[in-house]
């Protein structure tokens, strides 16, 4: 197993923890978790950037502050899913990125999946297909925040590609947050909601945890290339799965299990494949 993929999988652990609390925090708007998200991660990759003495501001400015707001975009597009419609159609939704990923990658970085390849990714697309076609809750609103969600995320992910051997990681990483407080900021005025302390300390626990799980994946993306490892972000569908039926009560269908046995097949496959 490459370095790239062990790094993938760990942050996917971690943001499967992410997504199963902010759906416990529906309470909550979905914006203004973002925003207390970012605020942790702002202060911990400040801390790591400047004990490097890395500068904020270079020639790759650009590409980050593309990063950043690609990321920010997918971010709120994809927490307020999480608690608009089940667990795992969200999570399904979101890593239809993948597919995005090597699709988008072959114009930004000029990666190319092997032939082969191609049967692999539309099984895999045709297990996500098969999980949401078979669940009646899920909005169309939504669905379509969901996809447009996971295009901005397979965005963010090549412009990581891009940054490769140009930029620390960290300072990628730093970008994240520097951008999506100032987008947050003008939604979040209209639709604060002052937490509790138990909040509060939530919100902030998922910002930590997000601060490992962006590390893990920047370096994924940095070490690998995005056709050998992105289809492995759809393991965490199987988390969510799970993390659904555990403590949201959800149920999964005959179809559901269909969907995910295409999923992980796919992914799989597809892994060798690029290998």
Known sequence: MSLGVKYILIAGLFFSVINAAVKYYSHIPSIEIVFFRSIVTLFISYYYVSKRKLKIFNKYSKLLFLRGAFGATALIMYFHTIQKIPLATA?????????????????????????????????????????????????????????TSAIFAALAYNTIRLLKDKTDPQLIIF??????????????????????????????????????????????????????????????????????????????????????????????????TAS
């Open 91 to 147: 999570v399904t939704l979101l890593y239809l990125a993948p597919v995005f990923t090597v699709i988008f990658a072959i114009f930004i970085t000029k990666e190319k999946p092997k032939p082969l390849q191609w049967p692999f990714i539309l099984m895999s697309l045709s297990g996500a297909i098969v999980i949401k076609s078979f669940d009646p809750t899920i909005d169309f609103k939504y669905f379509v925040m969901g996809i």
């Open 175 to 272: 970008y994240f947050p520097l951008i999506t407080i100032p987008i947050c900021l003008p939604i979040l005025i209209g639709q604060w909601v002052t937490p509790t302390l138990y909040d509060f300390l939530g919100l902030i626990l998922i910002g930590v945890l997000t601060q490992l799980a962006q590390i893990f994946m920047t370096k994924a993306y940095m070490y690998s290339s995005a056709s050998k490892i992105s289809h492995f972000n759809y393991l965490t569908t199987v988390y969510a799965l799970l993390c659904g039926i555990i403590f949201f009560n959800e149920t999964i269908t005959y179809s559901g299990i269909i969907g995910l046995a295409l999923i992980i097949v796919g992914v799989i496959l597809s892994s060798k």
